[in-house]
């Protein structure tokens, strides 16, 4: 939809200007599994401090395991689970504490794990799938689910699949979803040469 497309000030790529994240999504269409992992090969060649590549990623497909899928579906916060309910595949992203040859604190990982996830949102769009990013969930359950190691954290739910109307959707997430993107002036977030001095 025109309006989900990045109002960009500047030259960007059309994936990134294509990228965003709905809430609707197609429960009766399966993801392929040769795009799944080409999302997931995406997100394998992120950069990383050291080659070091901290993220690991639980895949929850419900075509293919359903009682995994629900695992960690039972992890999200109720308002997520409304429309998160029809992905087909849900993943949860972690994060490692130290480097796996030295044993050294990874101060990088979670940065890291966040770029090996927007390198798999992209992959998504250029897939014509859909992504979205899903923060409310129970850490602590998700942990005790999966059997995710103690100096594993987990960082992010992510819902993937294709994308359905917004009438698959409760009525009250119709604005939301509707909603044109939006983004701050370059100048908040960049500065020339010292802090504040907004970019021109």
């Given at each position: 939809?025109?309006?989900?497309?990045?109002?960009?000030?500047?030259?960007?790529?059309?994936i990134?200007?294509?990228?965003?994240?709905?809430?609707?999504?197609?429960?009766s269409?399966?993801?392929?599994?040769?795009?799944?992992?080409?999302?997931?090969?995406a997100a394998?060649?992120?950069?990383?401090?050291?080659?070091?590549?901290?993220w690991?990623?639980?895949v929850?497909?419900?075509?293919?395991?359903?009682?995994?899928?629900?695992?960690?579906?039972?992890?999200?916060?109720?308002?997520?689970?409304?429309w998160?309910?029809?992905?087909?595949?849900?993943?949860?992203?972690?994060a490692?504490?130290?480097?796996?040859?030295?044993g050294?604190?990874?101060?990088?990982?979670?940065?890291?794990?966040?770029?090996?996830?927007?390198?798999?949102?992209?992959?998504?769009?250029a897939?014509?799938?859909?992504?979205?990013?899903i923060?409310?969930?129970?850490?602590?359950?998700?942990?005790?689910a999966?059997a995710?190691?103690?100096?594993?954290?987990?960082?992010v739910?992510?819902a993937?699949?294709?994308?359905?109307?917004?009438?698959?959707?409760?009525?009250?997430?119709?604005?939301?979803?509707?909603?044109?993107?939006?983004?701050?002036?370059?100048g908040?977030h960049?500065?020339a040469?010292?802090w504040?001095?907004?970019?021109a």
């Amino acid at each position: 939809m025109a309006h989900h497309r990045a109002d960009a000030h500047a030259d960007i790529h059309d994936i990134i200007a294509r990228r965003w994240s709905p809430r609707s999504f197609d429960a009766s269409q399966a993801l392929e599994h040769q795009k799944l992992l080409s999302c997931l090969e995406a997100a394998r060649w992120a950069p990383s401090c050291y080659g070091d590549e901290p993220w690991r990623f639980v895949v929850c497909d419900r075509f293919a395991d359903e009682a995994g899928w629900q695992k960690l579906f039972s992890c999200l916060t109720p308002k997520n689970q409304r429309w998160a309910a029809k992905a087909p595949v849900l993943l949860l992203a972690c994060a490692g504490a130290t480097f796996r040859a030295s044993g050294n604190p990874n101060r990088w990982a979670q940065y890291d794990t966040g770029a090996a996830v927007m390198s798999l949102s992209l992959q998504a769009t250029a897939e014509g799938l859909a992504s979205r990013q899903i923060g409310g969930f129970d850490a602590d359950k998700a942990r005790a689910a999966f059997a995710i190691p103690d100096d594993f954290t987990p960082m992010v739910a992510i819902a993937l699949g294709y994308r359905a109307g917004i009438d698959t959707l409760d009525e009250d997430f119709h604005a939301p979803e509707l909603d044109e993107r939006k983004r701050r002036p370059l100048g908040d977030h960049c500065f020339a040469g010292t802090w504040n001095r907004p970019l021109a």
